[in-house]
């Protein structure tokens, strides 16, 4: 292990010098991909050096040990040596996981798209308390997000709802949310008390950056339209909406959150520039044979992943097994320990695979 982190070190003085090339600096696109290593490697090498500190300390405890006369001395170095050895074993840990392939994606910023499925009104209102819970998650982490476009239900909540969220490791962190919803729940419309299931779909895309994936603008159809709301109703009366249709891939994504018709269109493009990416990935990986159906990932969109089951106060995320009795918690943006416990049982897997391989 030590001459593989020896290896990143290196690696983190070499990209470090070149940042502050004037050829590099010149050049975005390799930029940006030299900034992101940088920031990547950063996070193992400062580990690194706290490990090696730790080392060179129980290197200096076992020689105060095997050669001081003096027994005071020695009885401070073996109090000393007691709690460096784990302090040892826990940096191990950490720098192990460190070291296990990250998804190139995790630090992208995301589009996100959440859609109510079966149960009518009340899926759309559980939709929009599927928005409310991320975007309170997005604020405690400090994260932003932005409106791209949405479809309000008659009832409230909404049929169809796309967010941008930029911000660190926003994909790394909410990749697994991907999947069908399910609430289990007496909807406020049932005057019988009976309980009714509903579903939502979360569909979480890396957002592509230009130098991702190279769209011809010549393959992509652009058509107009007037914003319109709940039930129809015209929001205005210019053709201020866009509507993008990839010629090629049949992919269409649109826009009617702005009066500008030109910021929605950049934020369509956006959209679908990510729908595009997300399809050539998946292809890449298929080729690769890299696409993992795994119990926390790369499943199905239509795979149900999670119930909130409100009269018992229970969320159980169905991949791994782990359930919390804290629903309001959860809705109110609280949903820190499944993204941490998806996060875990990813890195056992690809520790597995590494293993392995």
Known sequence: MLDKLEAINQRFEEVSQLLIQPDVASDMKKFKSLNKEYKD??????????????????????QVIATEKDEDFREMAKEELDQLIPQREAMEDTLKELLIPKDPNDSKDIIMEIRAGAGGDEASIFAGDLYRMYSRFAEKQGWRMELMDATEGTSGG????IVGVSGEDVYGKLKFESGVHRVQRVPATETQGRIHTSVASVVVLPEAEEFDIELDMNDIRKDLFCSSGPGGQSVNTTYSAVRLTHIPTGIVAQCQDQKSQLKNFDKALAVLRSRIFEVELAKKNEAEGAQRKSMVG???????????????????DHRIGYTVYNLPNVMDGGIEDFVEELRIAE????LKEGATA
């Open 158 to 161: 909404y049929k169809e709802i």
């Open 41 to 62: 490697l950063d996070k193992i090498v400062v580990e690194y050096k706290k490990y090696l500190n730790i080392l060179s300390n129980i290197d200096n405890a076992k």
């Open 298 to 316: 790369g499943g199905d969109r239509s795979d149900k992943i999670r119930t909130y089951n409100y009269p018992q106060g229970r969320v159980t």
């Open 347 to 350: 890195n056992a897997e690809r």
